[in-house]
């Protein structure tokens, strides 16, 4: 429609708001994260937002590394971080950045800091700074130790450089304000001697910058023409300008990297803390950060879902100022809309019980044809083997159905799907009681799924051929939290988690193309929800499918 109206965010009404009136020429985003930790679902939405704001005014994206703090940054976290933007389709191009590639320069503003008498150093220990700094009712308190002279800050300064002394033996700390509104202008330290090796600088430095010092530097170095995060640096926002702007890069906050907060995306009933997730993997409760039951990207990945699924989520999810919860059924929605045009439909028995066919021909195969996708015909058709012997779900059989149940039991007759009617004669038991067997009878003239008398039949199951059918690990994944415990245990901070949140079936059988998937191929399992083909305990020929998840739900878009 020519006249259609695009409604817009309020960042991108600011942006264009900046264009028009030349405050910038070309939009620079970027996604700076701290490689301490696998990124999770919410990081999806920082990446995707910023990228595509770029894109959307024909801009640059930056991918930065936030990498000042040592103590807790791994090259492995760096790897998987650059993974995850990669596959999220956010494509960096040449800007990729590295904070510790500018630690000479923030060196050199510290410098700038002390000579200008904006910093200086001090010996007061982590819990004097709290104590002096006040709380959000009462001022803060002068440090003794501001009053030291340049000369004194500037050696001080360089000692600290040089590692003359102990981790927490000193700090560097802006001169700013002890009696601010704002708690962070209360005099925040800028620069904290950290004997570590660094995973891109090694031991070459033993002071490390502080993140709202280091951040605004960064920003300004690459000339990003808007710094859009999280609504908890709101409160930054003065610090951000006031380094930007005394140490030299701009003269007014309006000329500064413009500081955008927007609500963070959270999920209901998710473990995303980084220090929650370190204890399960160490406790054995999930085999990684990537395990598919977490909502790391590595995770969601590796559980089936697609890019296209997580970006028509964060497009749902919308950005405003206001923090608000998303129940997850709409991320599943999400993976089942990109998916169901998709990927073929597949037959595979989880649960399985023996069907034989007494007067179909023993030793006859015979191939029947089926749509891979119904509602795509674009994706073919196949044959599938079935034989005198086959495997049905267990559920698709009762001995005593009640009311309403259309599926097999005896004198009943069936659809087998896209095959032949069959009608249940008898059923045989092992010494528990357990059905072992059931014994059909078919209709020959029945073929395709179709009696030509007219007949009808209720109910329609799904089957794999005994004979030809393979043995594949098939792993059924519900919330890895007990929902009705909630996410964490007031008493200890523990997660809550639900004993029921993986199920393994290593007796499923499928039909014999499943066995050629390859990792992260997905399928429809046909009444069964949609499963992938997992990237670390498939071997060739023999794959161990996650449910990504079920057919069904109960969520409704909004305004549908």
Known sequence: MENEVVSKNFIENIIEKDIAEGRCEKVITRFPPEPNGYLHIGHAKSILLNYGLSKEYGGNFHFRFDDTNPTKEKTEFVDSIKADVQWLGADWGEDLFFASDYFEKMYECAIKLIKDQKAYVSDLTADEIREYRGTLT??????????????????????????????GSKVLRARIDMTSSNINMRDPILYRVAHMTHHNTGDKWCIYPMYDFAHPIEDAIEGITHSICTLEFEDHRPLYDWVVINCGFK?????????????KLYLTNVVTGKRYIKKLVEDGIVDGWDDPRLVSIAALRRRGYTPESIQKFVELCGVSKANSSVDYAMLEYCIREDLKMKVPRMMAVTRPLKVVIDNFPEGEVEYVEVDNNLENPELGKRKVPFTRELYIEQDDFMEEPPKKYFRMFPGNEVRLMNAYFVKCESFEKDENGNVTVVHCTYDPASK?????????????????????????????????????????????????????????????VVEPALTEGKAFDSYQFVRNGFFCVDCKDSKENAPVFNRIVSLKSSFKLPNA
């Open 138 to 167: 009462e001022p803060g308190k002068e440090d003794p130790y501001a009053s030291r002279s340049v000369e004194e800050n500037l050696k001080l300064f360089e000692g600290m450089k040089n590692g003359e002394f102990e981790d």
């Open 448 to 508: 395709g799924g179709n009696s030509p008398d007219g007949r009808k039949v209720k109910g329609t199951i799904h089957w794999v051929s005994a004979e030809y059918g393979k043995r594949v690990t098939v792993r059924l994944y519900e919330n890895l939290v007990d929902e009705e415990k909630g996410v964490y245990n007031p008493e200890d901070g523990s997660v809550n988690v639900n004993p029921n949140s993986l199920t393994v079936l290593e007796d499923a």
């Open 251 to 263: 003269n007014t906050p309006e000329e500064a990297p413009k500081q955008i907060e927007f609500a």
